[in-house]
């Protein structure tokens, strides 16, 4: 069974950002579906978004339970994810780093926070 914690630091840094309505989606920028409009140039890449549980895609219909509240992805995504994953948080680098047991998954996990984003 899959899991996904947050290191006590990547908690401190992203809960101020959360509303009480809000959860997360980790999303990986394949190019596939409205997070992801297109595919970046530098290939396959994860991020993590802030999202009103209200406006959470269609498209994210399985979650992990987490400290944060659940974090919805995709079937897509769930094809690249491991097993046990944790985020954690950089401060030195000022950055949010995706992990696992055998490896960093993205060693710099990009935030969004689509409350900020006016077309969505």
């Given amino acids: ?5 947050f290191s006590d630091e990547a908690q401190t840094k992203l809960a101020p950002k959360m ?8 999303d990986l920028d394949d190019g596939i579906g409205p997070l992801s409009p297109y595919l970046k140039e530098n ?7 802030i ?7 269609s498209s ?5 339970q987490t400290s944060l509240g659940p974090v919805y992805f995709t079937d897509v995504t769930e094809v690249y ?10 401060p ?10 055998q490896q960093i998954m993205e060693s ?8 900020e984003q006016k077309n969505f």
């Fill in 108 to 115: 710099s996990l990009d935030l969004v926070n689509l409350n």
């Fill in 81 to 90: 994810l491991d097993e046990h994953m944790k985020i954690t948080y950089k």
């Fill in 51 to 57: 999202c009103p549980k209200t406006k959470v895609p």
């Fill in 60 to 64: 994210f219909t399985k979650h992990f």
């Fill in 43 to 49: 290939g396959l890449m994860y991020q993590l978004f």
């Fill in 19 to 26: 509303t009480a309505g809000d959860v997360l989606l980790l």
């Fill in 1 to 5: 069974m899959m899991d996904l914690t």
């Fill in 92 to 101: 030195v680098q000022n950055r949010f780093e995706l992990q696992s047991d």
